[in-house]
């Protein structure tokens, strides 16, 4: 069997079977055979084609075309062919994800992007679910597989495509248009920036947005836009400074500049809806005992103000909201001894993190609010608590200003975020009560 190395790169954590052991992911294993056997299977398909009329297409068992093309140990150019599609998931199953939406074009219908998946097992504890790609992510390769494999697929599927009528999307019922763009666009009680020039890690996968729907028509855009960007709150997750790469991503002293120009680049008419902005802060989790925590020797990046742009381009700002993520690994006692090292570190860089944005934060008279679910593990102790808040500077200087903090619940917050809330509430107002 020919391999190369992209095989061997893959992110599953599985266990390595015996030498006499046969593997049971060898079927998910995109190999120059699989190439291959994907380019017979093109070839099959498109000599099924020319040989019949196009107006009997629809007629032909195209399935039963693709069991009867069988591997062969190698076929010519099949490394073109691997290179060409070897970054979708589950490549090998293009001829059937191509038969199903030429299938559907031959009745006169715009064809779907229902995904082909399956479930596999590797031991009876670890299964997983693999999908191929969706006809959509196969359409702009079909020119250049035609060119590899001698085919003109592309020329079917078009001329085929180019019978279908518009579908009249505007007529759908208004809850019918509603759950399609919940299926393009979910729906979260919050608006998320995200850095395009730092793309999110696998660690970091959220639900899909695709916004091209924005560009059809002005009612669309419309409606779209009441549908997402209706809300209050846009969240901004800042980590002051990242070595760790899932964190790259995230509002820091290496991405600040391309924030506040992602939310300045949001139109007007977006922008006015956004009441509250919420920072949560996400520190690296991956220091060890006897290395530095972050310092403030950094005084020329604490005085750059990107964050006080992001709020001047909401014009109707009122409240910051600074919210703490959960932690799962580490644990602190009541009175704040025997914290492991990890944790120690944690709220090292937590503190780094929390004064970098409040360095940062406009003097203009907005509101800032605290979301302290998460901001310690041991809350019982409502005196350790107070010892721990009052170091932070900002929420120092404003309970002795204010006589107290604004609390207010996050917009991401989960169901288990809200009853750890109701449980630790009176030790958290206890606690930030001015003495």
């Known amino acids: 069997m020919i391999v190369t190395i992209d095989n061997y790169r893959c992110a599953l954590d599985r266990a390595v079977p015996s030498n006499n052991e046969p593997s049971q992911l060898d079927d998910l294993k995109f190999t120059v055979v699989s190439a291959g056997h994907l380019k017979l299977k093109l070839q099959a398909l498109n000599s099924a084609l020319a040989h019949t009329p196009p107006a009997q297409h629809h007629r032909l068992r195209l399935d039963d075309t693709l069991q009867g093309a069988l591997p062969r140990t190698y076929i010519n150019r ?8 070897k970054s979708l998931p589950w490549p090998s199953m293009i001829p059937e994800v ?74 759908l019922p ?13 729906a979260q009680a919050f608006v998320q920036v995200y850095s395009n020039e730092h793309p999110r890690s696998d660690f970091q996968k ?22 997402f960007f209706d809300k209050p709150t846009l969240l901004i997750e800042a980590c002051g400074k990242a070595r760790n790469p899932r964190n790259r991503a995230l509002f820091r002293t290496e991405t600040a500049s391309e924030y506040a120009g992602l939310v300045a680049s949001i139109s007007l008419k977006v922008r006015t809806k956004f009441t509250r902005l919420e920072i949560r802060i996400v520190p690296d989790l991956i220091s060890t005992v006897g290395e530095q925590s972050h310092t403030h020797d950094t005084h ?17 700002l009122e409240t910051v909201l600074i919210s703490f993520p959960k932690i799962d690994d580490g644990v602190v006692t009541a009175g704040g001894m025997r914290m492991r090292p990890l944790v120690w570190s944690y709220y090292n860089n937590q503190k780094f993190a929390l004064e970098w944005v409040c360095a940062q934060l406009p003097n203009d008279g907005l509101k800032i609010a605290w ?18 808040i009052v170091s932070e500077r900002m929420m120092r200087e404003l309970i002795e200003r204010d006589g107290s903090l604004e609390l207010a619940q996050s917009a991401a917050a989960t169901w288990e975020d809200l009853q750890r809330w109701s449980e630790i ?3 958290i107002l206890e606690a930030v009560k001015q003495r």
């Open 78 to 85: 099949s490394e073109e062919v691997y290179f060409l599609v």
């Open 98 to 171: 191509f038969v199903k939406a030429y299938g559907e074009v031959l009745q006169s219908r715009p064809f779907t992007n229902t995904c082909i998946s399956t479930i596999k097992k590797h031991t009876p504890e670890f299964t997983w679910r693999v999908s191929a790609p969706t006809f959509s992510g196969i359409r702009p390769l079909l020119p250049e597989l035609d060119a590899l494999c001698n085919t003109t697929l592309n020329d079917y599927f078009q001329r085929a495509d180019e019978k279908v009528k518009p579908f009249a999307f505007m007529h």
């Open 174 to 186: 208004t809850e019918l248009r509603l759950q399609v763009y919940e299926y393009l666009v979910p």
């Open 206 to 227: 959220r639900l899909p947005e695709r916004l091209e729907i924005l560009r059809i028509c002005t009612a669309l855009h419309d409606e779209t836009i009441k549908h």
């Open 300 to 316: 020329e990046q604490l005085d750059i103000s990107p964050l006080q742009n992001i709020c001047a381009a909401l014009p109707n």
């Open 371 to 388: 979301d302290l679910t998460h901001f310690r593990h041991s809350i019982e102790d409502a005196s350790y608590l107070r010892e721990e």
């Open 425 to 427: 509430r009176y030790v």
